[in-house]
């Protein structure tokens, strides 16, 4: 009942801040726990960050605790990722995630019923 789109991937330099936004389509987008997951070139999917549907609960991964922040306007149903400091270890692709009701908590791909096709953010050193 709802489609994903990212946007905002680019190519940046160790240093930089990017912001990715999905745009959700679809109606009740305002009862979906969110999600950005990301994948580098043969490495598994992993959890970046999560918040509830509320927006008053968030997740992060260590790796990016303190340089990323998730954010939601259910207005206007759109999630969005704003990084800072970005290194070369964030080089991946990102994506956007959706689960009906669910929790801030869960952080596996499987728990995630709606993807997005994903953003590429290349970070050079």
């Known amino acids: 009942q709802v489609q994903l789109a990212e946007s905002g991937g680019g190519l940046v330099q160790a240093g930089d801040s990017l912001r990715l936004s999905c745009a959700a389509s679809?109606?009740?987008?305002?009862?979906?726990?969110m999600a950005w997951f990301r994948q580098a070139p043969g490495k598994e999917r992993e959890i970046v960050a999560t918040?509830?549907?509320?927006?008053?609960?968030?997740y992060y991964v260590d790796s990016v605790k303190g340089r990323f922040t998730i954010s939601r306007d259910n207005a206007k149903k759109t999630v969005s990722l704003q990084m800072i400091d970005l290194k070369p270890e964030d080089t991946a692709v990102y994506y956007c995630?959706?689960?009906?009701?669910?929790?801030?908590?869960?952080?596996?791909?499987?728990?995630?019923?709606?993807w997005g096709q994903g953003t590429q953010v290349t970070v050079s050193s």
């Open positions: 995630a959706a689960k009906r009701y669910g929790s801030s908590l869960l952080r596996s791909p499987a728990d995630y019923g709606y």
């Open positions: 679809g109606r009740s987008f305002s009862v979906y726990t």
């Open positions: 918040i509830s549907w509320d927006g008053e609960s968030t």
